[in-house]
């Protein structure tokens, strides 16, 4: 499968299965876009069958020098053979194994707090009540937590916890107990803790920016861009805006980090569908590490995005991508998640396939040791997997889970961008479909877009 396209004034395409990108000229993007239609098989030798020339000759003669649309058809034969361009897929034979490999759990994401000091207009956790109570986790019940990660990490010797609400810092006490008592249990059984805090802000100070800088491998800063956007969908419960609390504290925060290990994370909406200006305003802030989510929510809510907003958020992506460039070249560069993409390398093919681990290496513990496959299906039962006392007591959600991949979903298996994806996100399918082995269309026409502009922008940067 071959993904071809143009964007910025590159001819691009991409051999989906080896990951292969190739710039190309005109001609040659023309070629392939014709061999795509003439040659269904894409084999070498059907390549190089006499009628792949002739019909390649006839229909694009008249437009290009035979002789210059031998040489290209010569080139691609010469690109196939070395496995870059019409592979075969060769991951679907790992389905099986992705289905029966055995996992263990590396990351907890620790809901240590079921209550906010915001009243955020989009929020999933519903002011962080996760359709129950208001709730503080306990440092016995936090403990416990980190027990059984040990427990049931098998060999592995990284773990992480995230601290997640709601907002953390409202227990910020327990937060502090358990990063100490974590740094106890690495030393008796040969782990190593990579703590993350998630965080409105709105309660950082010095004190707790120390402990930050010395414990957190990583910090999420919750900030939507210009003052009116995000007023209008993070306020208090009062009513008034946070903005002007935040940005400084935050502003502190990644200085003393040296902009390193923190992602200030947005979230864009219907109401500010001019996303890349809210981007542009972090780095014109000085932050040089972020991202920018799409919201999630059904078109019952004024804020959701539609499918008629798409024409709109791509060529956001697209002018933001031209502006990454532009800045990059000028030395005054930021990183931007969504563009942020491995063509050398990449995750390992269990990921490719199967994605974020949710279910199986990664699960979600409530204030009172709940185990759910992830944040976003906490509160709902029928996902409830166990509890930090018993450990897991409805293995099949995990199974389940482990059976999810891009060739169990219909509508990633022809998808160009499934390997980047690897199926989007689960959670979002439930949402939108009741199941997990579906996927959430808007949120696929996004990925999309996101992993065109990133191969560009490698592209550019190449130059």
Known sequence: MIHQYQNNGYNIILDVNSGAVHVVDQPAYDVIQCLTEINPRHTVDSLKEKQTQELLIERMGETYDPQDL????EDVICLTENGKLYTEDVFEAYVGDVKKRKTVVKALCLHIAHDCNLACKYCFAEEGEYHGRR???SYEVGKKALDFLIANSGSRRNLEVDFFGGEPLMNWQVVKDLVAYGREQEKLHDKHFRFTLTTNGVLLNDEIQEFVNREMDNVVLSLDGRKDVHDNMRPFRNGKGSYDLIVPKFQKLAESRHQEKY?????FTRNNLDFSEDILHFADLGFEQMSMEPVVGPETDSYAIREEDLPKIFSEYDKLARTMIEREREGKGFTF???MIDLEGGPCVYKRLSGCGS???????????DLYPCHQFVGEEGFLMGNVDDGIVKPEIADEFRSCSVYTKEKCKNCFAKFYCSGGCMANSFKFHGTIHDTYEVGCEMQRKRVECAIMMKAALAE
Not at 263 to 267: A, L
């Open 70 to 73: 031998k040489e290209i058809l």
């Open 135 to 137: 709730a503080l986790m």
């Open 263 to 267: 992602y200030i994370r947005g979230t």
């Open 337 to 339: 998640f969504h563009f």
């Open 359 to 369: 279910g199986t290496e990664y699960l979600a513990v409530t204030p009172w040791g």
